[in-house]
């Protein structure tokens, strides 16, 4: 019980901080956050929101006996619970193709600074269009696979939840070493350009998403920990391992979704500014 607690004062405020910045983004859009990085955060932050929802509601919230009496009425399939539980997914995984973007973005602001707003005036929204769309791909056969909750000791792992592990695990893999390839070129570059106009500006927004990016190491060894062990267990997984992907991957997701929220309050000046304005 007092891990709920702790985890309703947390998320909330969270969020709240997501949604001031937001908020604040998008009130003084035209005068002070005009760059693409912030358009990609504002829908970055709408999908980490969404995404901590629906994960909260499939993965976490059954785990607290506070509350877990809620889900005896949901051990039957339905259209909403598919939902749900697909969506779940979607959102992690549009989550990292965002952050992946985000990486692009900070790259092209320091290595192309002449082209850059040009081309990103244009490409954000193809840009975070086309990250929606091959979202899809790897999660596209939970759409339509019937979902409800079960007990624990009835919980087996059938090949289509051992192939939504196995995406999720490539999914996280390239993006975040695309993500670490681009940010350490972006360091690279910002070393030597220390003296120059904005440069201060360009290493605060570059520490929010490289930032971001660490925080979301510890859930992506945490699926391939349990992955990896799915595949030399077999079909059933032991006790010990469930009780990791049960107990351990909802912390993680959040060490993954929230963290950009606070970065950002810290890093930026103008975001702190705005939202006291």
Known sequence: DWVFILYAIYIPLAILTYLLEVF???QYRRDHFKSSFFTMFCVLAVVNICACFTGSFVFRLNLYPIINQFYDDLRTNSVWLTAAYS?????NVLSEF????LALNRFSALYFPVLHDRVWSKACFVGISACAIIAVAPVWFLFDDPARFILMRDR???YKQNSIWY???IVTFICNGLSSLLYGACIVRLCRITGARHAT???NLLLVGFCSMICSIPYMAGMLFFYLNLSIEGVRPNVEIMKFNTYQLPWLTDLKYLPPAPLLLITTKSIRQMIRR
């Not at 969506?87 to 959102?91: G, M, P, V």
């Not at 965002?98 to 973007?101: C, D, I, V």
Request: glycine share 4%; net charge neutral.
């Open 87 to 91: 969506s779940a997914y979607y959102l």
């Open 98 to 101: 965002l952050g992946m973007l």
């Open 201 to 203: 500006a360009e290493r």
């Open 24 to 26: 604040a983004i998008l």
């Open 156 to 158: 087996s792992v059938t």
């Open 167 to 169: 995406n999720m695990v």
